[in-house]
């Protein structure tokens, strides 16, 4: 049962945010990793996407964020524009939480997100709230690079909610977080549809049931299945999971 009351049904005239038609990326020219890959989501929704090891989520996540630039797409629109992945303007409209990033090291939160609020256009935001639901109070001036995965983690995940942007990318979010900033993290995706679109993948079932509004199954670098509502059960998605395991 989900434990939160916020879920809203998203009606099918929905606005759409992004539409991706027969995506293809790769990193070595004949091997695809998306293939026929076609994906589309609305405003002020949360989608999880879930997949075997290997199905492409984190090569998707990477295409989209502009850093894979081996790739082709029949369709590609940004609220029915025409849109690269790299333009500014999308740029400033999503963030990237990945599983991994050692970058900006010699940053520290505070100095990490002033350069981020810049990029983005926007005011220097209040991380107050985030930094107490985090327990990120000890490490806001500790150096990026001194910090264990599970705090760093933390930095990208502050910096993400903080900007507030209209699509937000988590790969893998809570790997790495301890239980009350992994509960944490489930309140703060589940109320994010006041503010924006959530896409994230995840392999822990917990996280994508608890929140999402659909999931959709990753399977040979294309979406096999999509489940919404009462569909949205754990037993019901890891015995499609299982099927798919068996069958390879």
């Avoid at 293809?24 to 996407?49: I, K, M, Q």
């Avoid at 049931?209 to 509502?229: A, K, M, Y």
């Amino acid at each position: 049962m989900n434990i939160f009351s916020n879920k809203p049904y998203v009606p099918e005239d929905a606005e759409q945010l992004l539409v991706l038609k027969n995506l293809r990326a790769w990193y070595t020219p004949g091997t695809d990793v998306l293939s026929d890959f076609s994906l589309d989501l609305s405003a002020n929704e949360v989608v999880g996407l879930i997949g075997l090891n290997g199905a492409g989520k984190t090569t998707f996540l990477k295409t989209l964020s502009g850093l894979n630039r081996h790739f082709q797409a029949e369709t590609a629109l940004w609220k029915g524009q025409k849109l690269s992945f790299r333009d500014q303007a999308f740029k400033q409209s999503r963030y990237t939480v990945f599983a991994e990033d050692r970058s900006f090291q010699y940053f520290t939160l505070r100095e990490y997100i002033s350069y981020a609020a810049a990029s983005y256009g926007k005011k220097l935001p209040d991380l107050s709230e985030l930094i107490r639901g985090f327990h990120f109070e000890e490490y806001t001036d500790v150096l990026l690079k001194e910090l264990s995965t599970g705090n760093l983690k933390k930095v990208y995940l502050i910096t993400a909610f903080a900007l507030r942007p209209e699509l937000l990318l988590l790969d893998e979010p809570v790997n790495g977080l301890d239980f009350q900033s992994t509960e944490y993290l489930y309140r703060l995706i589940s109320g994010y549809r006041q503010y924006g679109t959530i896409l994230f993948s995840s392999h822990i079932l917990e996280s994508i049931c608890l929140t999402s509004d659909r999931v959709l199954v990753l399977e040979h670098g294309r979406i096999s299945r999509s489940f919404t509502g009462q569909e949205i059960q754990a037993d019901t998605i890891r015995e499609v999971l299982t099927e798919k395991e068996n069958a390879l």
